[in-house]
């Protein structure tokens, strides 16, 4: 490079190798900034991906009772209750133990729990499907909804507490004591069942239906012909139900081994609300808002243990 230089410079005088490499560096230059520019201008530009805030609106689901949401789901998508764990789901161990022994207590109350049950009543009969049907006060939706202040009695309840009304009016016995096996046991059942449910939020099928107002007054003597059409094929025409073996395959409805006066079945909207839901039996919603609750009205009409906290 030396000599190349010496020879382009020799006398001082300008050589015509001086043009060639000025052209060649330009094109060396060139060529650095040029093809490499080619080639990125070439290639797909990147897409930037924006993370939305929230789904869009008219992808969210249809909002369930209590939610209020913008734009509600397409009209295909239909409203879903909550689902409780299967049984063949249920946990092993100590945890599982107790669990099984909840579920066979709500199920088989006259034999797991007797001595606290002053009827001829298990849990059961109020809370169909071992306590998971929707519609008829089913576990799953009670248990989220504790603590909670009633107006029954006029004070915030745990869970426990609504449990030991239950025993004390609807099964006209004593409540189980707080930290006793049958109340570790049921409220373990309820928690279980409540997997995955969300907190303080009211469920879709919670308790029972909500009815509107029936057109005509309820009336107890439609209501007799009502039930014996519909009704006393199980509970039979007398209504203090069905036995089977000594045991009540279909529970009495009024009478020394039914429900007493305090409890919430002896309100006819009650009563009216979980008939319409469900019975008779596998065919809910089959009668007639009138007809549900004209056979409430005549349920309720009759004679029934009293109100423990009515003092005589």
């Known amino acids: 490079m030396n000599r190349l230089l010496d020879r382009l410079t020799q006398n001082g005088k300008f050589h015509p190798m001086w043009i060639v490499l000025a052209v060649l560096g330009v094109v060396i230059v060139a060529s650095i900034v040029f093809i490499p520019a080619r080639y990125e201008g070439s290639r797909e530009p ?3 991906t924006v993370v939305a805030d929230h789904a869009p609106a008219d992808t969210l689901p249809e909002p369930d009772a209590g939610q209020h949401e913008s734009k509600p789901a397409p009209a295909t998508i239909q409203p879903t209750h909550f689902i409780p764990p299967a049984e063949s789901d ?8 107790m669990i099984k022994l909840g579920r066979n207590i709500f199920v088989h109350t006259q034999v797991y729990a007797k001595n606290l049950v002053g009827n001829g009543l298990n849990c059961v009969n109020c809370h169909l499907d071992a306590g998971r049907k929707a519609d008829s006060a089913p576990l ?14 006029h004070k915030v309840n745990s869970f426990e507490d609504r449990l030991a009304g239950c025993f004390r009016f609807s099964m006209n016995g004593t409540p189980p004591a707080y930290n006793s096996k049958e109340m570790l046991a049921l ?8 997997t995955g449910a969300p907190t303080g939020k009211e469920l879709a099928g919670r ?3 909500k009815l509107d107002k029936p057109p005509q007054q309820p009336d107890a003597q439609r209501g007799a012909a009502i039930y014996e059409k519909n009704c006393a094929i199980c509970h039979g025409s007398d209504g ?13 409805l009024w009478g020394k081994d039914s429900f007493n006066a305090g409890a919430g079945m002896h309100s006819v909207k009650n009563a009216a609300a979980f008939i319409k839901a469900n019975m008779p039996l596998g065919k809910g919603n089959s009668l007639s808002l009138q007809e549900a609750w004209d056979v409430a009205q005549f349920v309720d009409s009759h004679d029934r243990p009293p109100d423990p906290r009515v003092k005589k």
């Open 240 to 252: 203090l139900g069905t036995k089977v073996n000594g045991a009540y395959a279909f529970p009495p």
């Open 46 to 48: 990147k897409q930037k």
């Open 90 to 97: 249920m946990p092993t161990g100590e945890m599982g133990d």
């Open 140 to 153: 799953w939706g009670a248990y989220v909804m504790f603590p909670a202040y009633r107006s029954k009695n």
């Open 207 to 209: 308790g029972y239906p």
């Open 187 to 194: 409220t373990s059942y309820s928690y279980w069942l409540a």
